[in-house]
């Protein structure tokens, strides 16, 4: 039996490098995408040190619906088949209601709401055609209690949890498994371009790594229980 082939966005550092990672050392075929290559390049390495399988580097703005299928795609060529879809990618601006511009909500949309849609869209009829697969989506805290400024991002990651109980609502009839994860604050680059450690001290944030397990225990059916809801992870 071949090993999973799964996708890995946002792989580049954080919570998508640590799943990657984890991933790896499991044995799954990757797909690594994200925006910064030497950031991916970086990726790649520490999955061939933990002694996985050769990945993919996906290199590009999976905010464009042409590059999120492309990568889609090229998991499917590359690997024969896609097994599942992790979606770590996004963006956190933080800015007060008054100050909410058109580009802040088309960036916190596009990078948080449509890329994933255009990866779920895409890796939908593969799913459907082996009868089975697993998407884990990385949504937010946020999206149940934002703080203060996350008008547009809270309200992005919201539709995470609802792509979520879509897909487990159209695809449970041919074994489709669907997550959202809801982290609070967890220590990576993205956390500390949002909070100093004055408002959110390290001691206060999860590493990522608490994430990552979380969702290898969802591609491993540890979490079947929660198919289609949202798993608090604070």
Not at 93 to 111: R, S, Y
Not at 199 to 207: G, I, N, Q, T
Request: with cysteine; net charge neutral.
């Amino acid at each position: 039996m071949n090993a999973p082939s799964t996708i890995v966005t946002g792989a580049g550092s954080g919570i998508g490098r640590a799943t990657a990672v984890l991933l790896a050392r499991a044995g799954h075929r990757l797909t690594l995408c994200g925006r910064s290559l030497h950031k991916l390049q970086d990726t790649h390495r520490l999955c061939l040190e933990v002694g996985g399988p050769e990945p993919i580097v996906a290199h590009g703005d999976l905010a464009d619906s042409g590059i999120a299928h492309a990568a889609v795609d090229r998991a499917v060529a590359d690997h024969g088949a896609l097994d599942n879809l992790v979606c770590c990618a996004g963006v956190a601006p933080k800015v007060p209601i008054a100050d909410t511009g058109e580009q802040v909500l088309e960036d916190a949309f596009f990078h948080n709401a449509f890329a994933p849609a255009f990866m779920i869209v895409r890796a939908w009829p593969h799913f459907r055609q082996r009868k089975s697969g697993c998407a884990v989506l990385v949504g937010s805290l946020a999206s149940i209690d934002p703080f203060d400024g996350f008008l547009a991002y809270g309200a992005s990651k919201a539709a995470v949890d609802s792509y979520v109980r879509s897909m487990h609502r159209e695809g449970r009839s041919f074994g489709m498994r669907a997550f959202s994860i809801a982290p609070g604050a967890i220590e990576t680059p993205l956390l500390r371009t949002i909070f100093p450690e004055s408002v959110v001290p390290r001691h206060a944030a999860l590493p990522p790594e608490a994430v990552a397990t979380v969702i290898l225990d969802c591609i491993e059916g540890r979490r079947d229980a929660e198919r289609g809801k949202v798993i608090v992870v604070k």
